[in-house]
């Protein structure tokens, strides 16, 4: 990689004031070798000129080494039309069919050091035929074989691909119990959320939103226009506990005390306050984000755990089960949703 160069200034303001010139950069930091490599994919909105809200929502991708042979794979969401059964030709047509994709890595590193950089389409002998409206990607190894699987998240709920340790996937959603029937998540993350060596799932919800009853919004100058989304009401997310035998529990309604409401966009998790559990952060469009810890009712009871906030600077929210810790920076929910997974004991 070539060393990238700082910026250098020239000139200066001399006594007789001279302008400072600033010199242009003259290697850019990063290149785009995404066709290069074979990333050969472009993500479809459905974009038709009704001015669907789910249109705007960019979409999500993951990392992650599918086939263990140590280089990180990559898994793209695709979108679809919206009510419309053939795509529209429009100024950005579709390519390809439209499903999510898996990329190969075949890095190649020569005896020299030199490193050959190529992915290779792998969708169709992955057995991967995922063609909805999708949002965003988690992994995590949740059947504990040593083989890293998939949660994808989108407009109609969520699907989980197990992987077959072999190249392929299973569609395991039904059976799973994860399926977040009636949800439209955006965000997920993969984390053991009790310790116990097995990966539970958190999916951040977004809106209440069907086609039938998408709103009409105007700009500022009265032309037809996407809507904010406070347009509509927030979805709680989920979270789902792992059974250990492939399948999950929602335990939404006792563990997150009546639910988290979103809008979630992103979420992440780590062990914010060192006390040994992790916490979950989540990231909500245009509503404050919130961190989800789970001290306190731990600190009651053993048996039963239940995720509250930490206490709030803030004015109580009496819809919402739990105060919000306000965050210190504003909403960076990514669309995209990769995450990482989750800690091991
Ligand atoms: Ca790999
Ligand atoms: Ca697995
Ligand atoms: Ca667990
Ligand atoms: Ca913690």
Same mark, same amino acid.
């Given at each position: 990689?070539?060393?990238? =160069? ?8 001399? +006594? ?5 010139? @600033?010199?242009?950069?003259? =290697? ?10 074979? %990333? ?9 000129? =009704?001015? /669907? /809200?789910?249109?705007?929502? +960019?979409?999500?991708?993951? %990392? ?11 898994? @793209? ?30 890095? @190649? ?28 990607? +988690? ?66 919800? /977004? ?10 919004? %105007? ?18 997310? #989920? ?17 997150? @005390? ?33 961190? %989800?810890?789970?001290? +306190? ?46 800690? #091991?004991?």
């Amino acid at each position: 990689m070539p060393k990238p =160069e700082r910026r250098r200034t020239s000139g200066g303001t001399g +006594a007789g004031g001279a302008a400072t010139n @600033v010199a242009k950069t003259t =290697e850019d930091w990063f290149v785009d070798r995404a066709k290069e490599t074979g %990333l050969d994919f472009v993500h479809f909105n459905g974009m038709s000129g =009704e001015l /669907y /809200y789910p249109e705007i929502m +960019a979409p999500g991708v993951a %990392l992650f080494d599918y086939d263990n042979d140590g280089d990180l794979d990559v898994y @793209v969401v695709q979108g679809q039309m919206l009510r419309h059964e053939a795509p529209r030709p429009g100024r950005y047509p579709p390519t390809g069919p439209l499903k999510d994709r898996l990329f190969r890595n075949d890095l @190649v590193v020569q005896e020299d050091g030199k490193r050959i950089l190529h992915f290779t389409d792998v969708t169709e002998q992955s057995r991967i035929d995922i063609q909805s409206y999708g949002m965003g990607v +988690a992994t995590g190894d949740f059947n504990n074989d040593g083989c890293i699987d998939i949660y994808r998240t989108g407009l109609s709920g969520g699907r989980l691909l197990r992987n077959n340790c072999d190249g392929t996937f299973t569609d395991v959603t039904k059976q799973s119990g994860a399926e977040d029937r009636g949800g439209w998540g955006v965000s997920a993350a993969f984390v053991d959320y009790d310790r116990d060596g097995w990966l539970d799932l958190f999916v951040g919800n /977004y809106l209440i939103y069907s086609l039938e009853g998408d709103i009409h919004c %105007l700009s500022v100058t009265g032309q037809r226009d996407y809507c904010p989304p406070n347009s509509y009401r927030a979805q709680p997310s #989920r979270l789902y506990h792992n059974r250990r035998n492939g399948t999950f529990e929602d335990v939404t309604a006792k563990a997150l @005390v009546g639910g988290a409401y979103g809008p979630a966009l992103g979420v992440s998790t780590a062990d914010f306050n060192g006390d040994g559990w992790i916490d979950i952060y989540v990231g909500n469009d245009g509503e404050p984000n919130q961190l %989800l810890d789970q001290s +306190a009712q731990r600190a009651r009871s053993r048996t039963r755990r239940r995720w509250l906030a930490r206490p709030s600077t803030a004015p109580a929210t009496p819809r919402r089960a739990w105060a919000l810790t306000p965050a210190t920076s504003t909403t960076t929910a990514t669309r995209t949703s990769s995450s990482p997974t989750g800690c #091991r004991r």
